[in-house]
């Protein structure tokens, strides 16, 4: 049975099998990285799950060595997995702890390589030693009986290595199963690490797209203001001719409340020559005065002839501009309209990113 003997928290990275230069996240966020210890094998590994998907499972061997690339970030290859795995810590004391227990571990498995080593020793100088003793024992056979009997008379060590025999077998055929187990795990890992890159491609080109596509409204943004702008000059030259139109108006009105006034005095003038017949002298001052009111009378009409044509032209000047104001006006709505439009469907785009 396995059991942690060390547990931690790190990001997980492995280096990309393509450029074996860059880093590939293995986790979204920090995972639990453990060091556990198999009392049967005599082995140690590291083992990290992400939900329940493994990402880290490297036996540790003898001859791999954990390096400090940074105070916060170390990494070891593993060329089981045919791999480099990275962690990056929260603080550089959780690395040093870590690298401290790699270096523990790795003595570990260097102490029970050396024991596995000495006991196949043993056995080998065992089977050496059975082996010379084979003739003897093979003729005692002969003459003694059958196979069972030889085990039986070769004594506790033969059967002491028969027993261990078959516990390496076993060992061997576990290893085996657990070998194939990790490589459909590091297939699968491979597998999820092709699609991470493909989905990460695919992002980068959306981003670039939408980009392109915020510029592209940018530009039109500004032409539309530069349009609202020529549009607000307009508004603002039909403000002062509606101003100038005004002050004509304003203008024609005195001319026409001084003609009444002349017209009144005229009238009154009337009245008097009427009332007063007999006063000849008087009569041809008034006459005098007449003909000096005729004359400024058709001044005045003339003047009020222009002024009529000038009122006309002015109210047709007026009526034009009326008109084009009310285009601009109907062009600044839609313009205005698209505009609103245009800016929802930034706010849209807004939320969508």
């Excluded at 970030?73 to 791999?83: L, P």
Aim: glycine content about 4%; aromatic content about 6%; overall charge negative.
């Amino acid at each position: 049975m396995e059991q942690p003997i060390f547990t931690t928290r790190a990001h997980v990275f492995q280096i990309d099998p393509t450029t074996k230069k860059n880093w590939v996240p293995a986790s979204k966020q920090a995972v639990t990285v453990s060091y556990f210890y198999d009392s049967t094998r005599n082995s140690y590994r590291i083992i990290s799950v992400d939900g329940s998907k493994v990402i880290i499972n490297s036996t540790i061997t003898p001859n791999m060595t954990f390096t400090k690339t940074s105070q916060k970030f170390g990494q070891w290859a593993d060329s089981r997995a045919n791999t480099v795995f990275g962690l990056g810590f929260a603080s550089e004391q959780q690395l040093a702890k870590f690298a401290e227990k790699f270096q523990e571990v790795k003595e570990a498995a260097k102490l029970a390589r050396d024991k596995s080593q000495e006991k196949m020793e043993t056995s080998s100088n065992h089977s050496q030693e059975s082996g010379r003793e084979t003739p003897s024992s093979t003729q005692a056979s002969s003459i003694n009986g059958t196979d069972d009997e030889k085990i039986s008379h070769g004594g506790p060590e033969t059967a002491a290595l028969i027993t261990e025999n078959d516990r390496l077998k076993t060992a061997v055929e576990q290893s085996n199963a657990n070998a194939k187990k990790w490589e459909t795990e590091l297939q699968t890992l491979r597998e999820s690490n092709a699609r991470l890159v493909d989905a990460l491609t695919e992002s980068s080109a959306n981003v670039e797209s939408w980009k392109k596509q915020l510029n592209s409204c940018k530009e039109e943004s500004e032409t539309l203001r530069e349009k609202i702008s020529e549009l607000e000059a307009q508004c603002a030259e039909a403000s002062a001719e509606k101003e100038r139109n005004a002050q004509l108006s304003a203008r024609v009105q005195e001319l026409e409340t001084e003609l009444q006034d002349k017209e009144q005095e005229l009238e009154n003038l009337r009245k008097q020559a009427e009332i007063i017949p007999q006063l000849m002298a008087e009569c041809e001052s008034i006459t005098e005065k007449l003909q000096a009111a005729d004359v400024k009378n058709k001044d005045l009409e003339e003047r009020i002839g222009g002024l009529q044509a000038d009122i006309e032209d002015s109210q047709s000047k007026q009526g034009n501009m009326k008109g084009e104001l009310k285009k601009f006006m109907d062009i600044l709505d839609g313009k205005i309209d698209e505009l609103h439009e245009f800016r929802q469907g930034l706010s849209r785009l807004g939320v969508d990113n």
